[in-house]
Every structure is written in structure tokens, then in C-alpha cells.
């Protein structure tokens, strides 16, 4: 699988001058080379576990690796099999990355003696548990065995919640949280957020397996 990097998106929330034009030229312009699969991104955190990467370094790859997907899916000229794919793919991860980041960042943010940083982690939960909500009506939609017109009008919403919400992240949530949590914190955070992700990864690779415990 490669991104389509040489694919002009065409959908109408996306055309120039659009709303979202300008978020999907930007994630294009952060994607190249081939798609990561799942496999590979769970292969990849020991090795940021043993390099010390930071948390932001981290949570920024994970968002990256997601757009590799809202990308696909938001391409008119992409098959309905490749958006599947990608859809399946874009919810894996992106309920990996969630929760492993509610259970880490945003619990240090909303546990802040500080208004700025409660409200922000608030407002970030909130935005997940939306996305959530999106993401089961999708799946009750059964989106794997039928494409429909309805599934890939939600599929749109969706890729524009989480895109907005990586963009507020990135632009505002990150470097807030950098700004008010200290360094060692932030390291520790790095680790827990990596074995949780791992976690995540794991649980949802035996239930793709059919493997009940
Ligand atoms: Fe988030």
C-alpha cells in the first residue's frame, strides 16, 4: 500500500477555498512513502521505548499514522474496498492512541491545579467521546460487508472530527502541556503511554483473530 501523495483529493469539503482544504493539503504535505500497518506500528514502540522518545515526538507519529488513513478515506478516486481498509485500519489505531492517551495526558491535564489545563483535557475527552460515538455507529453500520452512500457520509464525518481534533492538539493541547508539566513527568507518561498503546494493539489483534478469553 503507498499514499496516495500524487492523488489530488477532490471531495467537495475538501475543494480549494473549502474549509477543509487546507487541513487535508497539510496532512498530505506530512505523509510519504508507503502506509504503516498495524504490525509495524506495534513492532515500533519498543524501539521508542528503548530511544526515549518524548511524549508529544510520539502522540505527533501516532497522528501522523492515522493520517495516513483519513487521507484514503477522504479521497474520492480511492475504491470503496481501500477506503474499508483504511476506515478499519483508522479505527484501530485511533482507539489505541485514545485511550491510551486519556489514561495518561489528559488525566495529569484535568488533575492540573490550573484552570487552563482542566479545561483544555476536559474539552479533548469530550472530543474523544464524540469521536467514539461516531466511530460505534459505524461499526453497527457493519461498514466492512456493505460501502453504502449513509456509511460513507459518516466515514467523512468522522475524518473531520479526528482531523480537526489533531490539529487543535497539535497547535494548542501539545505545546500546552509541555509548557505545564514537568520533564520527568512527561518522560514517565512516555513509557506508560507506550505499554498501554501496546496493550491496546495486542487486545485488539486477538479479537480480530476471533480469539475469545
Ligand atoms: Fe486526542
Redesign the pocket.
Known sequence: MTIADNRETTYSTSRKGGLFHDILHDMRKSLRGDVHTVVEIRQELDRLLRKNAKLVDVLKLHHDYMKESLVICLDRDAKDEEKQQHLDRLLQLFEMH?KA?EQTLYKVLIASSEKEPRVEGNL?QDE?ELIYQVMDDLRDMHFMSLWTEDVEAKSMMLCELIAN?FKK?EAEVFPLATEKINSGQLNDMTSDYISLCDNYLGMSEIRAKGIFL
Open positions: 485514545a492517551e479533548a474523544h481534533h492538539e
